[in-house]
């Protein structure tokens, strides 16, 4: 599934390719996860942006597109196949493709800055990467949750972006039990840095893939092979040798060292 980083990687490819280009055709398969698709004709793409996991795209006429990758969506510019969810044509005849094989992504078109009808991106915290995620207010906001720490991380209300790939790496190098349900300030401050390291190092290697995550060129991020916790149970854990264990917290694999990392 997409994360920061994947989505970031997508955002960086399809920004000189749309930025300046105006809809001109849209297509789409029924979608419950779809919002006005057709309010994007004659509309121009400003930029294209990101928050969390959203890609947001400004256009003019003071609407924004909308665009989350679910668990298997790809953006390409064509040619399109049979899980092709969506086709904007352009005003230079290419077409921005929206391919999502298991229909969990979604697509709307708002007014700017008006989020009601996507209520995560409305509630979203801030972005892991800006001075936004403040330390001091992160501890301030975990002292005030007994929620296990990694669903909470999940719920993308403490910080953006943070998924279930990186919410594992991030806890070992905090040395954080991901079921732990009280964090002090020490290990929240370690924590934030962890969250910041995994996503920038991620980033820098245009995310991980699994099986469906791709760029807008059809590549492949490189993250997967630098793994730690996520996906690794059995292995030792690099630290201190214990074989890492897996479990299951609030319905996601997790995968965490049952030695260094304290509840
Ligand atoms: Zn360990």
């Not at 920038?200 to 916790?229: C, H, K, P």
Request: net charge positive; with cysteine.
């Amino acid at each position: 599934m997409p994360e920061l980083p994947e989505v970031e990687s997508v955002r960086r490819q399809l920004e000189p390719e749309l930025r300046g280009h105006q809809i001109v055709k849209v297509w789409t398969d029924v979608q419950r996860r779809f919002l006005d698709p057709e309010r994007l004709v004659g509309h121009t793409v400003l930029d294209v942006g990101r928050r969390g996991k959203f890609l947001i795209c400004p256009l003019d006429g003071d609407l924004e597109l909308i665009m989350h990758l679910g668990m298997t969506g790809v953006l390409h510019l064509g040619p399109a196949d049979a899980w092709t969810r969506a086709r904007l044509g352009l005003d230079d005849g290419r077409e921005l493709v929206f391919r999502d094989v298991r229909r969990f992504g979604g697509l709307a078109v708002v007014p700017a800055g008006h989020y009601e009808a996507l209520p995560t991106l409305a509630k979203l915290g801030p972005e892991p990467l800006s001075d936004e995620f403040d330390p001091e207010r992160f501890v301030r906001r975990l002292a005030l949750t007994r929620a296990p720490i990694k669903p909470y991380l999940l719920s993308q209300r403490p910080v953006a972006g943070v998924g279930n790939i990186y919410a594992d790496e991030a806890l070992w190098l905090a040395r954080i039990h991901p079921a732990s349900r009280r964090v002090g300030r020490k290990r929240a401050l370690a924590l934030h840095a962890a969250i910041r390291q995994v996503l920038t190092q991620a980033i820098d290697r245009e995310g991980t893939t699994f099986r469906d995550y791709r760029m807008v060129n059809g590549e492949s991020g490189r993250n997967a092979t630098f793994l730690i916790a996520y996906g690794q149970a059995g292995q030792p854990c690099p630290r201190c040798g214990t074989p890492l264990k897996k479990i299951w917290l609030g319905g996601r694999g997790t995968t965490f060292c049952p030695h260094d990392q304290r509840y």
